[in-house]
């Protein structure tokens, strides 16, 4: 409370508005208290789904993918969620022939969800952390990595598409691979 009201000077019929400014000051103090409280609540529960996104967030992502388109075939996919990974594979074939393949990987790690890739032209993989996840799209990036620096999964019902992203040569590129859901027999 206020001293102007604590002192000598203050006459005693005046209690009744001391009282109120104490009344105001403790309440005042209490509505400080839990309004600090509240919006470090609302900052901490806004942070958490970055890092709560877990390996059964991907779930819809397991099965079989296929894609048709100028003679080729683009097939894809993934093993449902276990041992804190997912597993996939990727394989186009044009003329009854394999021409390309990769092997994937979505993995928790202690500082987070990734995405790993090592097709066929690479001997090495290439790891791009989980840096959003929102209603079945999730966004990995590596911006290390010469091309490309994304990867976005976009997973709804029946339909995927997988984009990649980056610069290459000093120019921006997109490329989509949209796919449908098909049976893994």
Not at 43 to 61: C, K, N
Request: aromatic share 14%; net charge positive.
């Amino acid at each position: 409370m206020s001293d102007f009201y604590n002192t000598q000077y203050a006459p005693c019929r005046y209690d009744h508005v001391r009282s109120l400014i104490q009344t105001f000051e403790v309440k005042f103090r209490m509505r400080s208290f839990f309004g600090i409280i509240f919006f470090a609540g609302l900052a901490f529960v806004v942070a958490i789904p970055a890092q709560t996104t877990t390996l059964e967030s991907f779930a819809g992502l397991a099965g079989c993918w296929e894609r048709n388109e100028k003679g080729s075939q683009f097939n894809e996919m993934w093993l449902k969620p276990a041992g804190m990974s997912m597993i996939g594979v990727g394989r186009t074939v044009k003329g009854g022939k394999t021409v390309d393949f990769e092997f994937l990987r979505i993995e928790q790690r202690a500082d987070g969800m990734y995405y790993v890739a090592r097709p066929k032209a690479n001997k090495d993989e290439t790891a791009f952390k989980l840096k959003t996840a929102d209603a079945g799209v999730f966004v990995f990036e590596n911006p290390e990595h010469d091309f490309p620096q994304r990867i976005i999964y976009k997973i709804n019902g029946t339909a995927l598409t997988a984009r990649i992203e980056g610069t290459e040569n000093g120019k921006v590129i997109g490329i989509d691979f949209p796919k449908t859901r098909i049976s893994c027999n």
